[in-house]
């Protein structure tokens, strides 16, 4: 069979790709993902100007000031040391997208990379790297955190170290998945018998097929990345004070909930809005991406 052929088969029998372009269209006629995306895209864009907007200084201790409501000079009232929450909340954007960010990257970094080798890779290969994530997974999600924690120390770097980490599994598990359903379609062989070898049609061919199956799990990845690094927080394992990250600020501001609602409050909101987007987002990107599952 000549290579003209052959490429002509693949082309017939490959899924049609979908592009970055269609998903775009597509995000924007569905109502949650114009909800969640837009929540989430204010949300970055705080994280990047919000030390240009915020009124006040986020760490700056002003005793005349605390424990004041919400007003026309502090939007969200000030906390125990009189430090505005509305700029503090502000600056704790940046720590929302950081976490995102840089948890999901080393779990889907990870992850990924594993269950590729393990689901296109040989017996004894899978055995080893399946086996020992399932020594992972048998391990409770928190104490797993806890004890990488316990390890390195705690601060805000360790617990997404930490939540990424324990996030590793989980991605391994759905890629392996996913790649044991497509390795033996028709557009892989071909690929193979071109004489294409197995690193280009892991990476060239099989990870295309699956990206999608990936990005919908993290979307559901980002925001248990936030609440697991806000219960470190919450736990004291997390951000250090000052530092104006969400979790943390619910912490120090529990002492006066019934005092100061606002403290625990605005914080507490803010986490819920965030997660809450990122799970519209999800919803939609599995819809659009995995229409099986619906």
Known sequence: MSAALMAGEIAEAAPRAT???WLLRQLLRHK???IGGTVLLVIVVCAFIGPYIAPYDPLKVDA?????????AHWFGTDELGRDMFSRILFGTRYFALICLVSVSIAAGFGVLLGLIAGAGSYWGDMAIMRAM???LAFPFILLILAVVAVLGPSLWTAMIAVGIAGVPNYARLVRGEVLSVKHEEYVEAMRALGAGPVRIMFGTVLPNVVSAIVVYTSYAMPVAVLSASALSFLGLGAQPPLPEWGAMVVGGRTFLRTAWWVVACPGMAIFVGVFSCNL????LRDVL????T
């Open 19 to 21: 592009g970055w372009r």
């Open 281 to 284: 987002l999800g919803n939609a």
């Open 64 to 72: 005349l000031n605390r424990l004041l409501p919400p007003s026309g």
């Open 32 to 34: 949650q993902a114009q």
């Open 290 to 293: 995995d229409p099986r599952g």
């Open 134 to 136: 399932d020594v992972v």
